[in-house]
Structure formats: C-alpha cells, structure tokens
C-alpha cells in the first residue's frame, strides 16, 4: 500500500473515531437533560406579568436508575433574551439536600441563579441514590420595552415554557418591587427601586403601600438607600394608618437618580407569604403638565434550598445484611410456628390421657372362686345368721366314686384358677401400653400431620434460602 493510501486510511479512522465521541457525548447530554421533566410560572397562577413583575420558576428534575446522575453531570436552565424583552435571574447559590425514605439529609450539589442562566452541579454524593425527586426554584425580574406582548421562553433539556409580557408604559416612573422572607418565615424585607432608568421628575414623589391581610408593618425599620447608604425616615415623611403605609420625598438629589425604599413587615398568617404586595406611585415627570400615579406588584423571593426526596441505593456490604436479617426474621417465624405447633399436640395428648384416667376400669370376674372367699362372701350377705344360711357342719354322704370326681374337679378348679389369675394379670399389664378405643387411629393420623408439616417446612424454607 502506498504511503498516500496509508495516511488517507488514519485519517478516515481517526474522523470516525471523533465523529463516535461527539455522538456519544451528545447522547450523554441529551440523557441527562432528560431528568428536567416540567417548568412551571408564577406557581402555576398566571403565565401573563406586567413588566417589571418577580417571576417565580420551578423546575422538576427527575433521576431513576436508567438515567441516574452522577458527580461529573451538570445542568443548565436558560431563557431567551432580545432586545425588547429581558431576563435578569436573581443571584444566589442553593444548596441541593436530599431527604432519603429514613428522613435522613444530605447535601448532594448546588445550583448557580446567574443573571443569564442557572447552573446546576453535583457531588459523588448524588451517586448513592438510585430514584429522585424535587425541584430547583429561582425568581427573574421581567422588563418589555416595546410597543406591544412579548414572549419570553425558558428552557430546561428538552422541555420550555413560554411567558407573554405586557408592555410597559413608557411614561411611567419605572419601579422594581422585591420581598425577601426571613430564615423563621416570620419577617420580610421589602426594597421598591425607584427609578432605575434615572428618568427626571417634579415635586415630591409618594409612595403608598397597602399590606395584603396577614402581613404588619414594623414601624422601626423605614428608611432610604441611595448610592449604597443608608439613612432611617422619620415621622415627617412616613405616616402610618393601620395596614397603610404613606412615604413623602420631595425631589432634591433624588430626580435623575435611582434610590431604594426598604422597610420590613411582620408575618402573622402564613398565607400572606404567597400574596401579592401591591404598591403605588404618584409623581410627576418633567415633560408632563400634570401627576401621575402607576400601580406596581411586589412578590416574595424563592430564597430556600430545594429539597428533593430520594431512594438510597444499597452497597454489596448493605444488601448482603439486609438479606441475612430477612433469612434469620423468617427462620426465626418457622421456629415459632414449629414450637406452638409441638406445645399443641402435646397439650391434646396431656388431654388425652387424663380423660382416660377419668373413666373408672372393667371389673374382671374370675370364672372360679374358692371356698373361703365364697364362705366369706356369705357371711357379709347373712350377718343375721339367717335360716339357710348358717354356718354349721352338714353331715353329706358321698360314695368313693364321688369322692374321687369331686377331688379331680377340685384339682382342675384351681388349676384354672391359677391359669385364669395369670392370664388377667398378663392382660391388665399390657393393657396400660396398647392404645385406647379411638385412640390408635388420632395416634397414627396426628403422626402423619407432624411429618407432613415438616416436610412443607424444609421445603418453604429451602424456597426462601435460594
């Protein structure tokens, strides 16, 4: 092969191999991605704001098995900006923690609010846990300056959700509202930026404020920021009516300038955290012959870590003894039935047994008696002495031949005494180990159930073993 051919040939399988990493890599990223799963605005409300208006953004991230994120892994959140219509994120930096099936927490990354983007990163931590769910919230601050409705989109992989903006009016004094909620939820700080585009006005400016219910002013706390200071109002320009708040500035060093309203208002209900706080403007610019007052909405800042719910993954080490603790939890169950299984069959044979002692024993007469026992026998029957039953010698004659029978009778008389003595005690001793009337069949058939029942036993448990 020629050396040309030679060089043509490396470069082909060279272009090849990149061409290979670059798919893979972008399948890579388009799997991750895939964990974005729904965006939703304004906590679902309304996907239509004013200009100017805090846009509250939740997005769902998702992670299973298939797709599980790992440590190297990082995701972006973006929106599409133009000329006519912008986007500012608020910056701050979230901490990701995942509460497990066990309560238990752990940090696992963090997530990035920049002013054009946010980005999310993780941990090796993030690889311990097999399933997840949560969502990463973050608020932009919305600005149309043209003419007409203009579309905002946010993106997150391959989802969006688009956001329509009014326009704004271009002869009002711009204002910015921002609500920040303490770490207790009992407390916010509110900051109205007025006139941010420096724009020139007439005459004092006011701003009045009526709290949505559940919300109370902290009197102590009104003041004013121009250029990064900070100085408290006094009685003669804020003026409080219950739930209402009205401040006074007059315009010296304030027109063509932006200056920052901060005052702080308790929380009695949590509810009012979710509310609107609505703010209103009277003015006059310097191009217009007359005052004007705008009306502007103020809402709480998302400021918390997002909270995710996640399944732990187990170890080798972990599910090895989780394994032995199930064999040993069911070994043990078997060993408890087997034993009330045993302690039964012995408490119905204890029942058995005295039962039978309780039915009184067969009396067995002999067939022969003797004469003493039958004399005696007499003697309890007449005590009295009675006629025909008295004890005196009667003389009998018998004849030799009698003699001699009645002789051999006796002999044979006892002989079957003595054999007939010695076959009902035979009888009676072996009585006591032959089984009752009824009780040979329950004996074999109880048998039979004990060694079925352990042969169901060995088999479920050599099932449970494998």
């Not at 992670?63 to 900006?81: F, H, N, P």
């Not at 009685?235 to 006074?248: A, C, G, H, R």
């Not at 026998?377 to 009698?402: I, M, R």
Request: net charge neutral; aromatic share 6%; no cysteine.
């Amino acid at each position: 092969m020629r050396e040309y051919d030679m060089k043509k040939l490396l470069v082909s399988v060279v272009l090849l191999l990149m061409l290979m990493w670059v798919k893979g890599a972008k399948n890579v990223q388009a799997a991750v991605s895939d964990n974005f799963t729904k965006i939703v605005l304004n906590d679902g409300r309304s996907e239509k704001v004013e200009s100017g208006q805090l846009v509250h953004v939740n997005v769902e991230l998702t992670g299973y098995q298939k797709d599980k994120l790992k440590s190297d892994d990082s995701l972006t959140i973006t929106w599409s900006e133009s000329d006519k219509v912008q986007a500012k994120g608020i910056n701050k930096t979230k901490n990701i923690i995942i509460k497990d099936e066990n309560d238990n927490e752990q940090k696992v990354g963090t997530y990035t609010v920049e002013t054009n983007r946010v980005l999310v990163k993780f941990n090796n931590k993030i690889e311990k846990y097999d399933h997840l769910v949560g969502q990463l919230t973050f608020d932009l601050l919305v600005r149309n300056s043209a003419n007409d409705k203009q579309e905002l989109t946010v993106h997150a992989g391959k989802i969006e959700k688009v956001l329509t903006i009014e326009p704004e009016d271009k002869e009002a004094l711009f204002t910015e509202i921002i609500g920040k909620l303490n770490q207790h939820q009992d407390s916010i700080a509110w900051e109205i930026k007025v006139n941010p585009d420096e724009k020139e006005f007439l005459g004092p400016i006011k701003i009045l404020n009526e709290l949505p219910e559940g919300l109370e002013f902290n009197k102590n706390t009104v003041g004013i920021e121009t250029d990064d200071i900070f100085i408290e109002l006094g009685k003669k320009e804020v003026k409080f009516d219950q739930n209402k708040l009205l401040i006074s500035l007059n315009n010296k060093g304030r027109s063509h300038r932006t200056f920052t309203i901060k005052y702080k208002t308790k929380v009695l209900e949590q509810k009012a955290i979710t509310g609107i706080n609505k703010i209103q403007l009277e003015y006059q610019l310097k191009n217009e012959d007359k005052r004007k007052s705008s009306l502007y909405e103020g809402r709480i800042l998302d400021d918390y870590d997002a909270t995710f719910v996640g399944i732990r993954s187990e170890s080798n080490d972990e599910m090895a003894r989780r394994k032995t603790l199930e064999k040993a939890e069911k070994d043990r169950g078997l060993s408890i039935l087997f034993s009330k299984l045993l302690k039964l069959l012995d408490d119905k044979k204890d029942s058995q047994q005295t039962n039978d002692k309780d039915v009184e024993p067969v009396k067995t007469l002999s067939k022969t008696s003797t004469p003493e026992s039958t004399f005696e026998a007499a003697k309890d029957v007449n005590p009295k002495e009675l006629s025909g039953f008295d004890k005196k010698e009667q003389k009998v004659t018998h004849s030799d031949s009698s003699d001699d029978t009645d002789l051999d009778e006796e002999d044979d008389d006892i002989k079957s005494l003595k054999h007939s003595s010695t076959k009902e005690h035979s009888s009676r001793s072996r009585s006591g180990k032959l089984p009752q009337a009824g009780e040979r069949t329950n004996g074999i058939l109880s048998l039979m159930g004990v060694f079925i029942l352990l042969a169901g036993i060995l088999g479920i448990k050599r099932k449970f073993s494998k």
